[in-house]
């Protein structure tokens, strides 16, 4: 049988995280009793020795031409195992989806569990039928498990511990299988879990929601050590397999204890240093290019303890590692040695980060790029010399444009966090570029913009988005002013640019209005909102208007549109409620607002496009109880009401309602037909955690990812003009609402959104959406629509506290 002529031999592939990644191609070892069949096996192993010396391209070469041999012979397993070779290639080369479809058609499975269109965990029958046809043959083991590993480098990891834990499982049928490769794959998918987890608990707000992560951030990372411990404590187990254990455990160990404050890991984390110290020949059994990323992980683990004589080690097993790599003549792996060593060794760290960088661009590798334009811009902050860390700062920002599409899609192990290792890299250049005498403010506006942008794609584990920025559009009929409310930790800095592109500036100390923002967003999140005195929050927004508004009011037009792009916490605050002393912002302008002054090419709504779906639910249905549901929901009587009236402003509708809006039949029609409105009169929730922000249908909520590819254009069609999202609230403690709203618009694919940051009355939520459908059926913009509207329940002596007609805004398009 053939199936006999197949082992497994084990490949690490360096990443840029310096952890070590296990994939296996399978080697043909026996006779050959043909010409044809011994060139195959010529070319699996030449693919092999080609990508243990870095040619990842030209092992897909070999391992494609050993495919096509297999195919004139017929060779089923061949076959197979060749294409899981093209796979690991593929991986090497960062292009997992690819490698997901090969495998896919190696394995003869459902190309479905590939997608990441919708980025939805696949649901278990699906993932179960996965297996049923599968045999558990060692090449097929050998399969599944690399499947485990592409799922991980997907971003979809709940498959990908399924999918392991099922290899193993099966891994029972089949004698003398060694398991210890999948069971270190599972512990890696476990610490994607904890790294993913991590991510979000720095990301999310909300008090009750921040101790449920952390407690599984806990859970995922002793999952993941016991398994690692498990496979350093197995006999027989081979040295990559073993060492990869370590250095993985010893990384996570350092990481968590730091993060939890928890040093009852000291002694795991001791032992496994002694254990890898002590045996040097670890790093030797593997090949040279495997043994330079395994030296140099854990040079920066040791890097990451106190201890002199642990530095001083480090130091030498870079050291060996640069040795080795400039033998090899690799630049890549010469580049993270010489940057390795450059944090090491602070005296010379401006040498090796400039060696290291001038490599990396040598090779046009941005991604090992940014992390030395990002060294050398902090090591020059750190020393003062804030032109060149200006430059190398400007040069990171500029570089992370261009490479976060592929990081962002083709493997999550490559990807870097944004909240710590992003984030702080703009902040510091918009820091350093505002504290220049003569700041170039339009520099600081579109880094600002790209930051903005940066965070949103990151919310939405996206590519980029198709926006422009509002200062590029040209002809606009009355062009908004644009405020810039930019969050730099010790101050608040306000920049305004008028319609005629003039640039103004502002800056407030933050201790005298960061208090005054957290206890404004405390008040108009409180439950009791409506019964809590108009003069209390009159305070706030007055307060609020003199340190914001009242030091750049001088360059404001009279009327007109105010476009306000918001940093962190002031998301959440409508700025149509600030108030300078005797009127609200709104009674003067229309306000929207914007991702970083990036929107959708704006347009205004023809008459011909009043074509609307209407989907709501007005009683308690099966989606209230459901986990990511806010809590305490009661039913919504008045959207009968409302969705009639839409119904009634509108030239042809779809209405969905109650057991009608049905996640299936609310995707059905949004596919089905091209509507310029689509109303959603429902309860729903935004948060800064994407998996939290929902809309309920009546069979289960709706999550935000999935609305990528269910409003999203089809077929070339226009984008949805207007998105109206009524009934929704910020989740409670959230200060970054507007997030939520603009991934829901970005997934839609929509124009303009208008959105409720509360739950607002729903008599008076009816009467605003039916004033504002008769305003944009009198040829009003959006914008405007929504402020007459608004300005309507003001007038009304029933309406005009705050709680009725505040909460709306506008995202997008204000025409």
Known sequence: MIKNRYLRKYLLIGITSFLIVISQPFVLLAQANNNQLQQAELLIQRGQEQLNQGQASEALQSWQQATQIYRQ??????????????????????????????????????????????????????????????????????????????????????????????????????????NSSVLLSLGNTKSAFYKQLKDKYVQIEEPAFQKTIFNVIEQKALEATDIYQQIIHTEHTSTSVKLQSLLQNLNLLLDFSKRSNNNQYENQIKAIVSILSNNPSFFDKISASESIYARLNFANSLNKIPDKNLHLLAIKYASNALKTANYLKNKRLISYSLGTLGKLKPEQAETYFLQALSLAQSIQDGNIAYQWQQQLGNLYKQQGDYSKAIKYYGAAVENWSNIRDNLLLSNVDLQFSFYENIEPVYRDYLWLLLASPNPNLKTVVQTYEKLQLAELENYLGCGKLDFISVSNLKNLPNKPAIINIIDLGDHIEVIMQSSDDSLHRHSVDSKTIRNDVQSFLESLQAQNLAATKEPAILSYSQTLYQQLIAPIKKYLPSSGTLLFTLDKSFQSIPMGLLHDGKDYLIQHYSIATTPGSQIRPPRPLTQEQFKALIAGLSKTSPSFNAPNAPQDLKPLPEVVKEAFDVKQQTRESTNLLNEDFTSFRFRQELKAAKFPIVHVTTHGQFSSDPERTVLLAWDRPINIR????????????????????????TAKGNKRSTLGIAGVAAQAGARTTVASLWLVDAESTSMLVEEFYKGLNNNLTKAEALRQAQLSLLSNPQYQHPYYWAGFILVGSWL
Request: with cysteine; hydrophobic share 40%; aromatic share 4%.
């Open 706 to 729: 999935e609305f990528d590819g269910w409003l999203k254009v089809q077929n070339n069609q226009d984008p949805i003009e207007l998105l109206v999202l009524s009934a929704c609230q």
């Open 73 to 178: 012979l017929k060779d089923d397993e061949g076959i197979t195992g060749s294409l899981i070779n093209q796979s690991v290639a593929l991986q090497s080369l960062g292009l997992s989806p690819r490698a997901c479809n090969i495998l896919v058609e190696a394995l003869k499975l459902n190309s479905a569990i590939c997608d990441t269109s919708s980025r939805q965990a696949t649901e278990e029958p699906q993932l179960l039928a996965i297996f049923e046809k599968q045999t558990p043959s060692s090449v097929n083991l050998l399969g599944l498990q690399n499947l485990g590993n592409i799922l991980r480098r997907l971003g979809k990891l709940s498959e990908s511990e399924k999918v392991l834990q099922t290899t193993l499982l099966l891994s029972k049928q089949t004698s003398n299988f060694d």
